[in-house]
Nanobody
Framework: QVQLVESGGGLVQPGGSLRLSCAVS????????IGWFCRAPGKGREGVSF????????EYADSVKGRFTISRDIAKNTVYLQMDSLKPEDTAVYYC???????????????WGQGTQVTVSS
């Protein structure tokens, strides 16, 4: 059974950092790409960062380039999103999603976690 579980969200001041985790089961990261998406209040789901299955290559939305870093630990079957220099506009629910192919559109992903809330506020 495929399962994704996010953790690591919380309340942080502007300029602070958080590390989100996406623990997966029922498949291995060598064969599934992972995407991180966010949904801010009143907005649709947006792609934040992606990591491919085969070579672990990464992609980032322009809004987070230089501030967020996606990585994976295949042995732990976990993908991380290190979020630095956080801004109030990063406030959203963050979800990880999995699919055998890397997609930038959320509608292409079949498997999703439950989401974790990130709030950036002073």
């Amino acid at each position: 059974q495929v399962q994704l579980v996010e953790s690591g969200g919380g309340l942080v001041q502007p300029g602070g950092s958080l590390r989100l985790s996406c623990a997966v089961s029922g498949f291995t990261l060598e064969y599934y790409a992972i995407g991180w998406f966010c949904r801010a209040p009143g907005k649709g789901r947006e792609g934040v960062s992606f990591i491919s299955s085969a070579d672990g290559s990464t992609e980032y939305a322009d809004s987070v380039k230089g501030r967020f870093t996606i990585s994976r630990d295949i042995a732990k079957n976990t993908v991380y999103l290190q979020m630095d220099s956080l801004k109030p506009e990063d406030t959203a629910v963050y979800y990880c999603a999995a699919d055998p192919a890397l997609h930038r559109n959320y509608s292409e992903y079949d498997y999703w976690g439950q989401g974790t809330q990130v709030t950036v506020s002073s």
